[in-house]
């Protein structure tokens, strides 16, 4: 009995002593947080820049920036990425700016913002301007009276439907054969978004090679590599997050070294193999090493615009507003975040890497905020510094 009781006591003293370390590793991560974190004093993008001017001296010599958001759906983060955008573009000579979306959509949003368009009547756009209609409204303004030198472009990372490439192949490819033309038009006459059958694609890829063979413009070219891209989207994620790149190295090219912006999910501009295959920011920071920087953003509760998942097996209960409560488990980055003495600030990475118990902090994977098109998952285990070189947090969100 009395040796029972000596091991239950001891016991006992272990694990308060565990979770008095426990309080004090958390107390000086805290702390050495509150050193470096620079506080965000506006996430509107309509005023001025004073608490982000550091950003140029760090970001002078980088060609593309990506932007990442921790979900698609929370008002904040495309808030502050519309401030870093408007902040790249009129102080740093951005004038690109590709975005994970379809590329032909965009370029009615770029014929929008460069003047040629007085509306945005397609409908693929739309998203865009659910989320960003101020940022959308400030580049057409940004662009007026310029020559075309110094107008701001903005690009599609992928082909999404088979309708929009199709127009594009038929419009911009006369010499396309009969039959092919017929395939096309045939597919077009179809209610938007049909399948096609394996038929279909094996007739499309034969078309690609034969049409490959024949004088293209570079733009006509990209037209069939991004068809042969969509047919390939069935192969997985992996092949998406390849493509992006692929499209993303080629507009660098094409618009003939100008820096980029490029506008995505966290999950796709992280640096390393979050899924178990390389992300597009894996091949961008493969190409470009050094020139290749990532701002990430973060949040610790709030709503976002989600599709909600209530169980395996069960119907979603379509896009809404969700809640996501504050993170209370020290297994995850925000629980530190939200204990630091600024609401919302931006984490660089190469700071904390200067303190050897912070740069071990947030080398070491714990879980992040990582919500995509659905409620659930809600996060994802990574490392940050392995994977972004800013991190924007917001601690609170309201949905778009």
Known sequence: MFKSKCLSYIACIACLSFQSFAQEYNAEIIANLNKVIQPIQSLSGDTTFTDISFLKEKLKNKEIIALGEVTHGSA??????????????SHMGYKAIAFESDYFAMAYMDDYICGKADSI???????????????????????????????VHIYGLES???TNI????????????????GLMEAYLSKPFGSPLSKQDKKDFRSMIVKSELKPLSDINKHYLNMLSQLLSYEDGRSVRDKYMAVNAMWLKERTKGEKLIVWAHNGHVAKMELYGYP???????????SK???????????????NV????????????????????SADWYEYFFAQCRFKNFILDTEETGKEKLLNQFLIRPRNMRSIGAL???????????RNFDFIVYLDETTSI
């Not at 904040?76 to 573009?89: G, M």
């Not at 290749?292 to 989600?306: C, Q």
């Not at 169980?311 to 996501?324: D, M």
């Open 279 to 289: 992300t597009l920011g894996t091949h961008l920071d493969k190409k470009y090493g």
């Open 160 to 162: 999404r439907n088979y």
């Open 375 to 385: 409620s659930s998952p809600e996060g994802k285990k990574l490392s940050i510094a």
């Open 292 to 306: 290749y920087t990532v701002i990430g953003t973060d949040f610790n509760s709030g709503k976002a615009w989600v």
């Open 76 to 89: 904040e983060v495309f808030n502050y990425k519309d401030r870093l955008v408007r902040f790249l573009v």
């Open 121 to 151: 009547t397609y409908v693929a756009g739309t998203a865009i301007m659910r989320s960003n209609p101020s940022m959308i409204e400030w580049l057409r303004q940004y662009n007026t009276g310029k020559p075309e030198g110094h107008k």
């Open 166 to 181: 199709f127009k594009q192949l038929l419009a911009q490819i006369p010499m396309l054969d009969k039959t092919d033309r």
């Open 309 to 328: 998942f209530v169980a395996k097996n069960k119907p979603l209960e379509g896009f809404q507003s969700f809640y996501f409560p504050p993170v209370r």
